[in-house]
C-alpha cells in the first residue's frame, strides 16, 4: 500500500507485486488491486488550526450590539480560506465591523479581524500556521507567532490538542485508507508492506493512525517531497 498525503489530497493505491530479475520485470508482473483519493490533506489541517485557535484570537466568539449578537460565522467560514478575504475588503464591510467593535465585548479581536482584512494579511496568517504545523513534527509544542499592526498574536499550540482539533480531518483520511482495502477486497494484515510519502505523512497523529492498523514495523517512509516525480520517472523509463 502506498499512502501519499500532501498538501491537497490523500491518494492511497495496493499493489501486488510478484518477483522478477530487475524493475522491468516486476512492473510488468505488477497489477492494482484498488486505488483511492479525498481532497482532505495537509491544507485542512492547517484550516483546523485557524478555526480553533486562531479565529477566537479574531473575534469569532466575540459577541456585538445592544442585542449581545453572536459574531456572524460566514464571515470567519469564508476567509478560512485566504484568497477569499480581499473579498470582505470593501467600505459596507469595514463599517460594520467598526460598529460592531465598538459595542463588542472583545474590541481588540474585532480590530485584529480589520486589520486582516484591509492589509491582506492572510496568507501571512497561513504560512505562520503552516510552519507551526511541521514544527510539531519534531517538537510536543510550538508557538504561533503573528505581529502585524493590530494583529499581535502569539499562542502555543501543542501537540496533543493539535491532534485533538483534526480528529474529524484523520477520520476522511482513514476513510479513503479503508476504501482502497475494501475496493481491493483485503484486510490490513493483508498487507506487507505501508509506504509512506508526500509532507503530512510525517504528522505523528497520521502515522500512529497507520501504525495502529498495521503496526510500525510495516511501515516506510520514502521521498517524503520528490516520490511522485521520481516514480514517473521509473516508470517513464520502460514505457
Known amino acids: 500500500?502506498?499512502?501519499?498525503?500532501?498538501?491537497?489530497?490523500?491518494?492511497?493505491?495496493?499493489?501486488?507485486?510478484?518477483?522478477g530479475s530487475g524493475p522491468e520485470q516486476r512492473l510488468a508482473e505488477s497489477r492494482i488491486l484498488s486505488v483511492a483519493g479525498t481532497p482532505v490533506a495537509g491544507d485542512a489541517l492547517d484550516r483546523e488550526i485557524i478555526r480553533n485557535r486562531i479565529f477566537p484570537l479574531l473575534g469569532s466568539k466575540a459577541r456585538y450590539g445592544p442585542s449581545n449578537l453572536p459574531m456572524p460565522q460566514y464571515i470567519?467560514?469564508?476567509?478560512?480560506?485566504?484568497?477569499n478575504i480581499y473579498k470582505f475588503n470593501n467600505e459596507?464591510?469595514?463599517?460594520?465591523?467598526?460598529?460592531?467593535?465598538?459595542?463588542?465585548?472583545?474590541?481588540?479581536?474585532?480590530?485584529?479581524?480589520?486589520?486582516?482584512?484591509?492589509?491582506?494579511?492572510?496568507y501571512l496568517v497561513a504560512?505562520?500556521?503552516?510552519?507551526?504545523k511541521k514544527r510539531l513534527?519534531?517538537?510536543?509544542?510550538?508557538?504561533?507567532?503573528?505581529?502585524r499592526d493590530d494583529i499581535q498574536i502569539d499562542d502555543?499550540?501543542?501537540?496533543?490538542?493539535?491532534?485533538?482539533?483534526?480528529e474529524y480531518t484523520l477520520g476522511e483520511m482513514r476513510d479513503c485508507i479503508l476504501e482502497a482495502e475494501q475496493n481491493a477486497g483485503i484486510r490490513p494484515e493483508d498487507i506487507n508492506l505501508v509506504l509512506t510519502t508526500g509532507g503530512t505523512c510525517?504528522?505523528?497523529?497520521?502515522?500512529?493512525?497507520?501504525?495502529?492498523?498495521?503496526?510500525?514495523?510495516?511501515l516506510r517512509?520514502?521521498?517524503?517531497?520528490t516520490s511522485v516525480a521520481t516514480g514517473l520517472a521509473v516508470v517513464a523509463r520502460y514505457v
Not at 510525517?202 to 510495516?218: N, Q, T
Open 156 to 166: 502555543i499550540l501543542v501537540r496533543e490538542e493539535f491532534s485533538h482539533i483534526i
Open 1 to 19: 500500500m502506498v499512502v501519499d498525503i500532501g498538501g491537497g489530497t490523500c491518494d492511497v493505491c495496493i499493489m501486488e507485486f510478484q518477483g
Open 221 to 225: 517512509s520514502r521521498d517524503s517531497f
Open 92 to 122: 459596507e464591510m469595514i463599517n460594520w465591523l467598526l460598529a460592531a467593535e465598538a459595542f463588542s465585548n472583545c474590541p481588540e479581536g474585532l480590530r485584529a479581524l480589520r486589520c486582516l482584512i484591509q492589509k491582506n494579511y492572510g
Open 202 to 218: 510525517l504528522v505523528p497523529a497520521i502515522r500512529a493512525m497507520l501504525e495502529e492498523r498495521y503496526g510500525a514495523r510495516k
Open 127 to 132: 504560512r505562520e500556521v503552516e510552519a507551526a
Open 137 to 147: 513534527s519534531e517538537v510536543e509544542s510550538t508557538h504561533i507567532t503573528i505581529q
Open 76 to 83: 470567519y467560514n469564508q476567509i478560512l480560506d485566504w484568497q
